[in-house]
């Protein structure tokens, strides 16, 4: 009989101190039950990562709207891309070979306009538009064969006639390309972002032209 009851004591006994540490366990600050601090941490975690997942779709959106042009814009900004390169090129070719002083200035201004326009249209997303390439492909082919045979004509020259055929040939370049960007600006059929660019581009290319005009006379009178 003494032996059931030590038995029954013992099992008590070994009751009311497995409860008595769950209690204490309980109302200590900091300790949480088994399982719940890799809860807890997994949860954070998954709200920090649907936080980025949902920055990172609303900057793609958000660039992707920016660079959606139609194939009649992109064919456009290829030729426009294209002109500008060569303008560019042929500036600073001009600022190592011309004689005159205020020839090399012209250059210099060219160059200068063309690389701030070359920027607008990075800031566009043109160089990083991956769905249009082939349109802006398209438009830069013809642009780039008249800028060959231009480089080449240019290459052959020195002294003053290199002059009288850089001036010739800005005002030339320049009198087609204000064309364009005026048809351009007026045109309801394109995007009016690339409108607006061709629109506010204008008074650039006609100060260019309207300065090589003016130096081309002052060339030919001396």
């Known amino acids: 009989m003494s032996g059931k009851h030590s038995a029954v004591r013992f099992a008590a006994a070994g009751s009311i101190s497995t409860l008595f540490a769950a209690a204490l366990l309980a109302g200590t600050p900091g300790v949480a039950p088994a399982g719940a601090a890799d809860q807890a941490q997994d949860r954070p975690q998954e709200r920090t990562t649907a936080g980025v997942n949902d920055t990172g779709q609303r900057n793609t959106q958000q660039r992707n709207q920016s660079t959606q042009f139609s194939r009649k814009d992109m064919e456009f900004l290829g030729r426009a891309m294209e002109t500008n390169r060569a303008e560019v090129e042929t500036a600073r070719m001009a600022k190592n070979k011309a004689v005159d002083r205020e020839v090399k200035d012209l250059a210099q201004m060219i160059e200068s306009d063309h690389e701030r326009l070359n920027q607008r249209l990075k800031a566009m997303g043109i160089a990083d538009n991956k769905a249009d390439t082939q349109q802006a492909r398209a438009g830069k082919a013809d642009k780039a064969a008249e800028h060959h045979h231009a480089m080449q004509d240019l290459q052959r020259a020195s ?64």
Do not use: K
């Open 159 to 222: 002294g003053e006639e290199f002059d009288r055929r850089f001036l010739a040939h800005m005002a030339e370049q320049h009198r087609n390309t204000i064309e364009e960007f005026r048809a351009v600006a007026n045109d309801t059929t394109y995007s009016q972002q690339v409108r607006d660019l061709a629109r506010e581009t204008l008074p650039v290319l006609e100060r260019h032209e309207n300065r090589a005009l003016g130096l081309r006379e002052e060339l030919a009178s001396r």
